[in-house]
């Protein structure tokens, strides 16, 4: 029912900001709960932070609390993920998800997904 596509990746030092995008095609972006989500190579998938539908309310992992935001703008069908303070340990593909349902902190919760954009955080 929509399509996820996330952009704003690449190579920051530690310190640095980046700011992440994730563009939805479809109608009903506005029914979606919205997180991020991080992964590196051999490693589960791990939440970041989710917005809820009308972007009233936030929350987000410990890890990266105070230096990452998440925010949307749904009359531009657009989920951000603003990056601050950026650690090596921030190094990883980052996913947008959305769910019809409760945006909780597990993969499993969560009904799309984009294809993902790398982060890179050299120190």
């Known amino acids: 029912q929509v399509q996820l596509v996330e952009s704003g990746g690449g190579l920051v030092q530690a310190g640095g900001s980046l700011s992440l995008s994730c563009a939805a095609s479809?109608?009903?972006?506005?029914?979606?709960?919205m997180a991020w989500f991080r992964q590196t190579p051999g490693k589960e998938r791990e939440f970041v932070g989710a917005?809820?539908?009308?972007?009233?309310?936030?929350y987000y992992a410990d890890s990266v609390e105070g230096r990452l935001t998440i925010s949307r703008d749904n009359a531009k069908n657009t989920v951000y993920l603003q990056m601050n303070s950026l650690k090596p340990e921030d190094t990883a593909i980052y996913y947008c998800?959305?769910?019809?349902?409760?945006?909780?902190?597990?993969?499993?919760?969560?009904?799309?997904w984009g294809q993902g954009t790398q982060v890179t955080v050299s120190s």
């Open positions: 479809g109608r009903t972006f506005s029914s979606y709960a």
């Open positions: 998800a959305g769910s019809l349902r409760y945006g909780g902190r597990r993969p499993g919760e969560y009904d799309y």
């Open positions: 917005v809820t539908r009308r972007g009233i309310n936030t």
